[in-house]
């Protein structure tokens, strides 16, 4: 790209394009997932543990297997929009910086992929034997499919987001914007943090809030190890981005 400096109006009309791309990447994907939704839902469905689901109303199959295409075309269009947010911003930032954003891009998709991973195939059956354990003898299970995939999506996507922030805490203290010691003070707020998270997104009872408190914890504890390790008090480029 030409290294003038673009007016605000070429800004704007760059950032136009941009968009446009990254909206046709998750449009395209979207529409080729949409073929494969139905599969999706369905092992989605039989990993369950009553194997089965309800639909209440006549849509509601429709816009379950809408839902979940969604969430599949923005994961695979995720290297494109990333693609297309770094090569916005990249003519802004300084060879030190555009190195930095090199090595965290990749990183950072797997980390969002795991952790996402992690909710689902470790906390989410967890989460759900326990639900299934205050029914009885007398209360049976019926589960709506709407209300299946809003439960995997919300316990799911949280611990995408949840698993960046050891390696957002490594980059800012690589670069000296942030000490352990800030991290290390907050200590007690993010205990309280971390149990207002799963209050607000895990079923309501005690024991699933437990077990999504504690791993947001823990990766505050593990950002904080990052953080000491990655420090460097004087501003400058760090050795790990050097040439």
């Known amino acids: 790209m030409d290294d003038r400096e673009m007016t605000i109006a070429e800004h704007l009309e760059e950032l136009r394009r941009r968009l446009a791309v990254m ?22 469905v039989a990993r369950s543990p009553l194997g089965r689901v309800v ?15 969604v969430v599949m075309a923005l994961v695979a269009s995720s290297p494109v929009i990333l693609y297309e947010i770094a090569a916005f ?31 689902f195939f470790v906390f989410v059956p967890v989460v759900l034997h326990v639900m299934l354990a205050f029914t009885g003898q ?40 942030l000490e352990p010691k800030v991290l290390a003070r907050y200590r007690r707020w993010a205990v309280l943090v971390a149990f207002l998270i799963a209050a607000i997104l895990a079923p309501p009872d005690a024991l699933s809030m437990l077990l999504m408190a504690l ?3 823990a990766v505050y504890e593990l950002s904080y190890l990052v953080a000491r390790l ?9 050795e790990w981005l050097e040439d």
């Open 23 to 44: 909206l046709a990447a998750v449009a395209v994907a979207f529409g080729a997932g949409f073929f494969y939704a139905r599969p999706v839902v369905d092992w989605l």
């Open 55 to 69: 639909v209440t109303g006549v849509t509601e199959a429709f816009y379950g297997l809408i839902k979940v295409d």
């Open 89 to 119: 911003v990249f003519p802004g930032l300084t060879e030190a910086e555009k190195r930095l954003v090199r090595w965290v891009a990749v990183p950072g998709l797997l980390l969002f992929l795991g952790g996402m991973a992690f909710g």
């Open 138 to 177: 007398r209360i049976v299970p019926l589960w709506t499919l709407n209300s299946y995939l809003s439960f995997l999506i919300v316990l799911t996507v949280p611990f995408g987001v949840v698993v960046e922030m050891p390696l957002v805490t490594g980059v800012l203290a690589a670069l000296g914007i």
């Open 215 to 217: 791993p947001i914890y």
């Open 230 to 238: 990655m420090f460097r008090p004087a501003l400058g480029e760090p």
